[in-house]
DNA sequence: TAGATTGTTAATCGATTAACAATC
DNA sequence: TAGATTGTTAATCGATTAACAATC
């Protein structure tokens, strides 16, 4: 099946799969059915091999599942073996944050560099990254030159449309969104991905409230 | 309907709604229909009605929506004008940048305090918070005195599950997981909802992908 | 071999879309 | 009033689940 025409479910239970199968390496399980996998993960086995026939044939009858076999087929069906790279747009507090905790590189992504605006963080080192921070005004250079993939977009929310403006500009071909705003790429097929922190928490004050408010 | 009833892809929709509808309250706009609506958020109008209709009539025939009086039916749905309380368990990295980046107080949430196990932290201020930090040994107390609704877990991972043990002990009603862990709240009726920021950066890394790879 | 479990086809279920009478 | 647009019922579409032959 064309990767385009997988279902946005499908999509969104991938990341999934690979956790689980990361923890049940670490378990050092070694194989696993549709069955288990299911009780484990909350999804019924039908589910669980509808989603990974879509990609191929990762099981054996009789056997199940070789668990870092399909781990290595989700990973590589999610881009971790394409090595993109990243840059940081915004060295604010969440970025600041992402770059601490983040562990890029395991997820097979390279942090090429970070840049801001602002003159008295230019140069500083970033933890796990090649070079200090950049002044913006070298950042379109910098993404042509390097091919950069994905930018993680962490400037202030007033900024998020003009800094979006520069990466569509620049080349760019996919945003990671943490500026709480709809950032507008215009027709280019960039894509872009939104962490809203508050669509997160409303959820579940939704399901605090019980039935009879 | 029971709010019970209601799926998930609508309860996930509802915070859009607000978000659009908060930026249209900004740009001065007074009414809107379920097909300009839909237009400006990729949906039919078909579904946005269907939406809206399991909570009330909140609409007008001929007229469309009032877009002030339908936020605020929407916030009230998401349960914003309940003022749930919340405190942050972990005053690291992204702790931090929770609070001073995310605006509780717009989404109708009262921050109560704040709790760290490294005893420097203690007594320090917290921006738009009554209490200084408080010690962990005094969280069990604090949760029941105030009845706090939800707790902000953003200890590190190793320490995750033993904080949420503690969180499930004290009677806390909902957990906002930023630990990037799989935490276990036993049989209890404990609200969860996960960030993981590998599933939402995974995903786009997917979508960089073309039909070929 | 016999048992287990896959991959896939068919059946069911639920969500989205279309249509339209009601009504502002 | 006439036009616009809702709320809702019916139709369609897609996703999940069940069933089962293939096979390890």
Redesign the interface.
Same mark, same amino acid.
């Given at each position: 099946m $064309? #990767?385009?025409e997988i279902s946005k479910n499908v999509?969104?239970r991938?990341?999934?799969y690979? #956790?689980k199968l990361d923890?049940l390496i670490k378990l050092n399980v070694e194989r696993v059915s549709s069955n288990e996998l299911g009780a484990q993960m909350g999804l019924t086995p039908s589910q669980i091999r509808q989603d990974f026939s879509n990609f191929g044939e990762f099981g054996q009858q009789g056997y199940g599942y070789n668990i870092k076999a399909l781990r290595s087929e989700i990973a590589s +069906? /999610? =881009?971790?073996d394409?090595g993109?790279s990243v840059i940081l747009v915004g060295v604010g @507090? +969440?970025g600041? &944050?992402?770059i601490? @905790?983040?562990n890029f590189a395991r997820? =097979?992504?390279r942090l090429l560099g970070a840049f801001d605006i602002r003159k008295d963080l230019v140069g500083s080192p970033i933890q796990g990254c090649p070079a200090p921070i950049m002044g913006v005004e070298t950042q379109e250079e910098f993404i042509s030159r390097h091919n950069v993939? +994905?930018a993680i977009l962490s400037v202030p929310r007033e900024k998020a449309q003009a800094a979006t403006d520069r990466l569509v500009k620049a080349g760019i $071909?996919?945003i990671?969104n943490f500026t709480d705003t &709809?950032i507008n790429v215009g027709d280019s097929d960039i $894509?872009v991905?939104d962490? %809203?922190?508050?669509?997160?928490? !409303?959820? /579940?004050? %939704?399901? !605090? /409230? =019980?039935?009879n408010?």
């Open positions: $064309k #990767r385009s999509v969104r991938l990341p999934r690979l #956790r923890e +069906i /999610l =881009g971790m394409k993109f @507090n +969440i600041h &944050t992402l601490d @905790n983040f997820f =097979g992504f993939d +994905i $071909k996919a990671w &709809t $894509k991905e962490i %809203y922190f508050s669509d997160s928490l !409303l959820a /579940l004050s %939704y399901l !605090l /409230l =019980g039935d408010d």
